[in-house]
């Protein structure tokens, strides 16, 4: 959770030493029931009551809220379904684009099921390759200028040339206290993830609602499939080293991260 002050206690012998270098409906009602039938043979009791309530919704034509449903099970299910239902909803609700993005996704994330060959067909009637590139609210992969913007001359003399960030070991992670808009959080320092982000559900004040309501839409993969994700901006902090850098924010817990746009052409050991 976010603390207002620092807690470093036990993190004096454990640190990162960082040095600066400075140089339309795509299946039919039965297709819908049998891939229904097969999602809930797979879930768990609590799962599959959510997902026959988000069937429900869909069916009544409520699909706002039968998309806020399925968009909260893609973070669980282990199956493509919820994000096809989720793909349907978009697609009544006239987000056309977030739909075939999402439809893309299924189809790279689960080849060979029956919702990517459902997608594929669908994305097939609009001259649409899967392979294509994913458009801005689409899936969120490295870019050119994946660091964020450049620093400038001031930014980049305010640097330290090496600084030390204390960390602690908790279920296999390297957790650090980082400072995010202002706001102390607690978060992995995952050298392997892209990108810097937080979850919604953790740390629901970071981010600004005017923000949250404008930031650009798009998907990440995650374990169980897809995720929905909102792409912000935010100044962090670890330590003395301080950035503007892009920053995913996600509605799942415990996803909090420091990534690679964070350090840029920072050296660490």
């Not at 080293?241 to 050991?269: H, M, Y």
Request: proline share 5%; glycine share 6%; net charge positive.
């Amino acid at each position: 959770m976010c603390d207002n002050a620092r807690n470093e206690s036990s993190c004096t012998d454990s640190c990162i030493i960082v040095n600066l270098l400075k140089s339309g409906c795509p299946i039919s009602q039965i297709r819908i029931a049998l891939l229904v039938a097969l999602l809930l043979c797979q879930l768990p009791t609590i799962a599959k009551d959510q997902f026959s309530d988000a069937v429900s919704l869909y069916n009544s034509k409520d699909f706002k809220a039968a998309a806020s449903v399925f968009s909260k099970l893609t973070h669980t299910s282990k199956t493509p379904t919820s994000s096809y239902y989720l793909a349907l909803c978009y697609q009544q609700l006239n987000a056309q684009q977030q739909a075939l993005d999402l439809y893309k996704a299924i189809c790279k994330q689960w080849p060979g099921t029956a919702e990517a060959r459902l997608a594929e067909d669908y994305l097939g009637k609009l001259k649409i390759s899967v392979s294509e590139t994913v458009p801005a609210n689409g899936e969120i992969t490295q870019d050119d200028n994946f660091d964020g913007p450049p620093l400038t001359r001031a930014e980049w003399d305010a640097l330290p040339s090496k600084t030390k960030i204390p960390f602690l070991k908790e279920n296999g992670h390297l957790m650090v206290q980082a400072k995010i808009n202002g706001k102390y959080c607690k978060v992995i320092f995952d050298t392997g993830a892209i990108y810097c982000g937080i979850s919604k559900r953790d740390f629901p004040d970071v981010v600004p609602a005017l923000e949250l309501a404008t930031g650009k839409r798009g998907f990440v993969s995650r374990p169980n499939g897809v995720a929905p994700v909102i792409e912000c901006t935010a100044e962090i902090s670890l330590q003395d080293i301080t950035r503007t850098v892009k920053l995913l924010v996600i509605d799942e817990a415990k996803v909090s991260v420091i990534g690679q746009n964070f350090f840029g052409s920072i050296r660490i050991r």
